[in-house]
């Protein structure tokens, strides 16, 4: 159906819907119900760069590539169009059929970490106040939780980067750890190439050496599952050669004497036993780091999706207190998250175990204030649900009716294969998304829903810095939003009020369920993010010029801010600074107005989110990965991604210029492996674990590492790397292991 809605004529800044970038671009409408994309060099994290990805985003608005009319399944098992009416209707009556029948908690909802700030909160809300299930979760549980729990337990407060990415290429060293920024977020490689540039050096940990890797001054290729023991062996040589930051672990810091203890059982000698990585080498990388006045620690998927990911992260942190780089100008420990509102979408109600501003749903006075901005009772709210994974095993027997929206288990999710039999046998399933995606080609209902250029609302990029996308066209005739979607149902289900479809009226409300909160965008609004290029939280409401006591968030300090003051001067240098004219902020107290919280770019420069301002250290130890290689799966499987696709490539593999530059799935392997099979490059391979067998041709390269296959996870099919990997999850983030399990390889003859 083409889009024969009006259109505004005139170009519109606003950002990319792939990764946590969240690059600025402009957009400019077209001819046959698209935009033209073009760069938009005033934001600064991209300065005007595009990825293939970003460049051909339009692609997906094309009516023939999307979805455009409600789709039922029909009595002979089709799904067919339908009217909007009667799409909502089956979903809501099968939806209360379900819940008479089971109880709330057989009913679940599947988010996603693209969804804006406005979809999720709604979201959760539609969970918990609609539905009164305690079963929602989201695939952001699948990208950076490990990081999260770790970075929550050391620092008392999780945000993916500390610090904006303009501090890179300012820091002496960077040590990046499973991450290839140049394929799965080219604009950032820009930032480690000028941290070269002016004199500082990357060390680059990954078992592959990467188009990232080639890059680095140093790169270190251990084993897949062997980055704790890594790091725990660089700590013991900071400690072996005196170079702990004594007096900044005295005053800043807890719990060093355990955490130390710990790390001298990995001496060099066993650490290279364990990780293939040579002590010459780990001698070098303890040097680069400790050398510079400043120094960093990135990490991505690598150490993170594995089922010791949060103890993993835990070690680089410890790494990083132990030697005084944290909390410190230009230095620190930081996650770079994957999806497009990875951050964000965690931070506002729909992981099972958190409410808006990210409270704790198990905390009696978060519970109490998301209630009075909800207007419910809050023992009505239920407590926390399944993770991810293990709400997606319950399918079909605990859990019998599925709403999921903006994700796609059925390419994304471990071990797919049996999660796509746990969707299929549910009573009822409901997608809502762009795309027919596979997840949304097995479900009774789907919803074609309006994309990132066709509606307005806000992200939150991996700096912490919250977003204003912008609509610069009309969805086409038979679309409608996501919050119109949970507006119609919520309707259908008895609550009339509280699901607006206006995203502004939403973040309003959003602000103030998140006031006070870890999490605290009550003092951001629309108008700000317009002026200012985004906002970084926190960023509380300020108290009226005359008010002495706190700001209506009703807490003291933020993280990180001073003490001596409360105005956040722990923001450091480079605050995004507002004019203080603006009235912005709310009233508050006696209805005079104070200058806006300028938003904090930089945390922990004064103090830690902690009860007593320091960081912790946090005792690990090596252990083995769940699945470690035997004689009847003697190759270890890590996976991940590939520039030209995204996630589970639902939308990128619609995209004839991405197709052509990755048009499948592929098993990257040693020349040595490659001889012992008898294989040669494009030759058909079958990848074997304990779940599945995936097929895909062979790509040899000499750089892997001989004991370790490689595969990228955006395709279904018989060559969907997730049938194979193994959910195995890390007991304190629920991440599973995906980045490394036992397989063999075998070639394939016709």
Same mark, same amino acid.
């Given at each position: ?10 170009t519109t ?5 792939y ?14 119900g ?5 760069e ?5 994290v991209?300065r005007?760069?595009l990825?293939?990805?970003g ?7 094309a009516p ?5 009319s ?10 067919v169009?339908a009217?909007?009416d ?6 809501a ?7 008479a ?5 057989a ?33 952001g ?8 729990a770790?970075?929550?337990?050391a ?5 993916g ?7 890179v290429?300012?820091t002496?060293c ?7 920024p ?11 190439t000028e ?9 680059v ?17 251990p ?5 704790l ?5 660089m ?5 072996a ?15 060093w004497?355990?955490?130390r203890a ?6 060099p000698?066993?650490?290279e036993r ?11 990388a ?11 620690v ?6 993170e999706?594995?089922?010791k990911?949060?103890?993993?992260v835990?070690?680089?942190?410890n ?6 780089r944290?909390g ?5 420990y930081?996650c770079?998250t994957g999806?497009?509102n ?15 501003g990210?409270?704790?749903l198990?905390?009696?006075?978060a519970r109490?204030?998301?209630a009075?901005?909800?207007g ?13 994974y293990?709400?997606?095993?319950a399918?079909?027997?605990?859990v019998?009716?599925?709403l ?5 288990p059925?390419? /994304?999710a471990p071990?797919?294969?049996h ?6 046998s ?9 795309v ?8 009774d209902v ?14 939150t /990029?991996?700096?912490?810095?919250v ?12 679309v409608r939003?996501d919050?119109?979607?949970l ?6 289900l ?5 699901f607006?479809t ?17 999490a ?6 629309y108008?700000?993010?317009a002026?200012?290029n985004?906002?970084f ?10 008010d ?5 968030t ?5 993280p990180?801010r ?5 105005t956040g001067t722990?923001?450091? /240098?480079?605050s ?13 107290g ?16 004064d ?6 301002g320091?960081?912790?250290?946090v005792?690990v ?9 035997d004689?009847?799966y ?22 004839a210029?991405l ?10 392997l040693h020349p040595?492996?490659a001889a ?12 074997? /674990? ?14 892997i ?19 194979l990997?193994n ?20 070639t394939?003859t016709?």
């Amino acid at each position: 159906m083409q889009n024969t809605g009006t259109r505004n004529p005139a170009t519109t800044s606003t950002h990319c819907p792939y990764c946590a970038l969240q690059c600025g671009m402009n957009l400019t409408p077209v001819e046959g119900g698209t935009v033209e994309v073009s760069e938009r060099t005033d934001f600064p994290v991209n300065r005007g760069a595009l990825c293939g990805k970003g460049r051909t985003a339009a692609a997906v608005l094309a009516p023939g590539a999307r979805l455009t009319s409600p789709l039922v399944r029909s009595g002979d098992g089709a799904l067919v169009p339908a009217g909007w009416d009667e799409a909502l209707d089956r979903i809501a009556g099968n939806l209360e059929r379900t819940r008479a029948r089971y109880g709330a908690d057989a009913l679940g909802v599947f988010g996603g970490g693209g969804l804006t700030n406005e979809k999720a909160y709604a979201l959760g809300k539609f969970a918990r106040v609609v539905l009164g299930t305690s079963q929602i979760d989201y695939n952001g549980r699948f990208c950076m939780s490990s990081a999260a729990a770790a970075g929550t337990r050391a620092f008392g407060l999780d945000r993916g980067l500390p610090f904006p990415l303009e501090d890179v290429p300012r820091t002496g060293c960077v040590i990046l750890v499973g991450s290839n920024p140049a394929e799965t977020m080219p604009p950032s490689l820009r930032y480690f190439t000028e941290l070269r540039e002016n004199g500082g050096t990357l060390i680059v940990v990954d078992p592959r050496r990467t188009r990232t890797a080639e890059q680095a001054d140093l790169h270190l290729a251990p084993r897949p599952g062997t980055d704790l023991a890594l790091a725990l062996g660089m700590l013991h040589l900071v400690v072996a050669e005196g170079r702990v930051d004594e007096e900044y672990v005295e005053e800043r810091t807890s719990g060093w004497e355990e955490a130390r203890a710990a790390a001298m059982a990995h001496w060099p000698e066993y650490v290279e036993r364990i990780t293939g990585v040579s002590v010459p080498e780990l001698r070098e990388a303890v040097r680069l780091f400790c050398a510079p006045e400043a120094a960093m620690v990135l990490t991505a998927r690598g150490p993170e999706q594995q089922a010791k990911g949060t103890d993993t992260v835990g070690a680089w942190i410890n790494l990083c207190l132990a030697t005084g780089r944290a909390g410190r100008p230009l230095s620190g420990y930081g996650c770079l998250t994957g999806q497009g509102n990875g951050q964000g979408g965690r931070e506002h109600g729909q992981k099972a175990d958190q409410l808006p501003g990210y409270r704790k749903l198990t905390d009696p006075a978060a519970r109490r204030h998301v209630a009075e901005v909800w207007g419910v009772d809050p023992d009505a709210l239920p407590g926390p649900g399944r993770s991810a994974y293990e709400l997606l095993d319950a399918l079909g027997t605990d859990v019998r009716s599925l709403l999921v929206m903006g994700s796609n288990p059925v390419v /994304s999710a471990p071990r797919a294969a049996h999660v796509e039999g746990r969707l299929r046998s549910l009573d009822f399933l409901a997608v809502c998304d762009v795309v027919l995606s596979e997840t949304a080609e097995l479900a009774d209902v789907v919803l074609p829903v309006t994309q990132w250029a066709e509606e307005t609302g806000t992200t939150t /990029s991996l700096e912490g810095r919250v977003l204003l996308r912008r609509r610069a066209i009309t969805p086409p005739d038979g679309v409608r939003g996501d919050l119109e979607v949970l507006h119609g149902l919520a309707g259908r289900l008895g609550v009339e009020k509280g699901f607006p479809t206006d995203p502004e009226e939403v973040f309003e409300e959003l602000r103030r369920a998140s006031a006070g909160g870890p999490a605290d965008y009550s003092g951001i609004d629309y108008r700000r993010l317009a002026e200012e290029n985004g906002v970084f939280w926190p960023c509380p409401a300020q108290p009226a010029a005359d008010d002495t006591h706190t700001a209506a968030t009703g807490t003291g300090p933020g993280p990180g801010r001073d003490t001596r003051t409360g105005t956040g001067t722990a923001t450091g /240098s480079g605050s995004t600074g507002t004019d203080s004219d603006s009235d912005s902020d709310a009233d508050v107290g006696t209805g005079l107005r104070a200058a806006p919280h300028p938003g904090t770019p930089r945390l922990f420069l004064d103090r830690f989110a902690t009860d007593d301002g320091r960081a912790r250290f946090v005792p690990v130890t090596h252990r083995p990965s769940a699945e470690e290689p035997d004689d009847e799966y003697p190759v270890l499987l890590t996976t991940g991604r590939v520039v030209s696709q995204y996630q589970s490539g639902a939308q990128t593999r619609r995209v004839a210029e991405l197709n052509a530059a990755a048009p499948g799935p592929f098993v990257e392997l040693h020349p040595r492996l490659a001889a012992r099979l008898g294989a040669a490059e494009g030759d058909p391979l079958a990848v074997v /674990s304990r779940r599945g067998r995936a097929v895909a041709p062979a790509r040899i390269t000499t750089g892997i590492r001989p004991d370790t296959v490689f595969m990228p996870f955006h395709w279904p099919g018989e060559g969907r790397a997730n049938t194979l990997t193994n959910p195995a999850l890390d007991p304190t983030s629920r991440m599973p292991e995906f980045k490394v399990c036992a397989v063999r390889v075998e070639t394939v003859t016709s």
